[in-house]
């Protein structure tokens, strides 16, 4: 019971309020931030795995990941096609960058031998004057072979919708049923996450290729471990005001109790009553006045 009443300063409004902000922040530490920074770690080393994997593979029929629905991890992979591209069925993708400059993107329509379309993005070309819109050369006709990656359809940019101008349809975003919706065709999709082709460079229409992602996990990993860390020391330093409080507590509870023969000895001037002393504050008070009352 004495060890309970030492403790019951931690009912004050302020203590309780700094221990529902610590674990409230341990909580945040555990189960959102560093689950957040960790999952973007795992998923951008998945992706540098397959993008390794299809550097040495050989590439595949297309027609085998199309004709297998339950297809998994085929992004990046490497793949030929053969047919004809679509005449007509030209998109620009705006706000492109090339070599740091301004750019387009430039993606079309190409029909399988076997009749399925696809869509594919033929690469970047230089905006002209930053702004500009290049003369765009339409793709070779007749049976091509082509080559590139599978990608992931990127989906659709809120408020940022499709629009006609300075004589091409273009769009925000490489999304295969937006495109679908643009060209006024439906577009075949690489399972499973409704992908289109990526032409590799030097291939039938192509331009220039997007840049391969720098294969580096970067920071997430040490993000995330600092996340826990921070939700571990929180707690910790909770515990640490705590026991700072109770041995002040206890230093002034023997500093007040001192021995009768020292008080024997007093002077009638000592007998006139103490001067009023201050009250005593708590170590969460002072962490308040420190840097909550401090003037702005």
């Not at 299809?54 to 990046?76: M, Q, R």
């Not at 706000?95 to 970047?124: E, K, N």
């Not at 997430?220 to 707690?235: D, K, N």
């Not at 109770?246 to 000592?270: H, K, N, Q, V």
């Amino acid at each position: 019971m004495n060890v309970l009443r030492r403790l019951t300063f931690l009912l004050r409004p302020n203590w309780l309020i700094l221990a529902v902000v610590v674990v409230a922040f341990a909580y945040l530490c555990f189960t959102v931030l560093a689950p957040w920074q960790l999952g973007k770690n795992n998923r951008t080393s998945h992706r540098n795995d397959l993008i390794a994997e299809s550097v040495t593979a050989d590439p595949v029929d297309v027609a085998t990941l199309l004709n297998d629905p339950g297809a998994t991890d085929t992004e990046w992979r490497r793949v030929v096609a053969t047919g004809n591209y679509v005449p007509g069925s030209t998109v620009l993708e705006r706000l492109q960058r090339l070599d740091d400059h301004p750019a387009y993107g430039v993606l079309a329509t190409f029909r399988l031998d076997d009749g399925r379309t696809l869509l594919i993005d033929r690469g970047l070309v230089a905006a002209v004057d930053g702004s500009r819109i290049p003369p765009i050369a339409e793709p070779p006709a007749g049976p091509q072979r082509i080559e590139g990656r599978v990608r992931k359809s990127e989906g659709v940019i809120p408020g940022k919708e499709p629009l006609h101008q300075d004589g091409f349809r273009q769009v925000y975003s490489i999304d295969t049923e937006q495109f679908s919706t643009v060209v006024g065709t439906p577009v075949g999709t690489v399972p499973p996450d409704r992908g289109y082709l990526q032409l590799t460079e030097g291939q039938p229409g192509a331009f220039t290729p997007p840049a391969l992602p720098q294969l580096d996990a970067g920071p997430y990993l040490s993000y995330g471990l600092q996340w826990i860390a921070f939700g571990i020391m929180a707690p910790l330093g909770l515990g640490y005001f705590v026991w700072a409080e109770l041995r002040e507590r206890r230093r002034e509870r023997g500093g007040t109790s001192r021995p009768a023969a020292e008080t024997s000895g007093a002077t009638a001037d000592s007998a006139a009553p103490p001067a009023a002393t201050a009250p005593r504050k708590s170590n969460a008070d002072r962490l308040a006045d420190r840097y909550g009352n401090t003037p702005r």
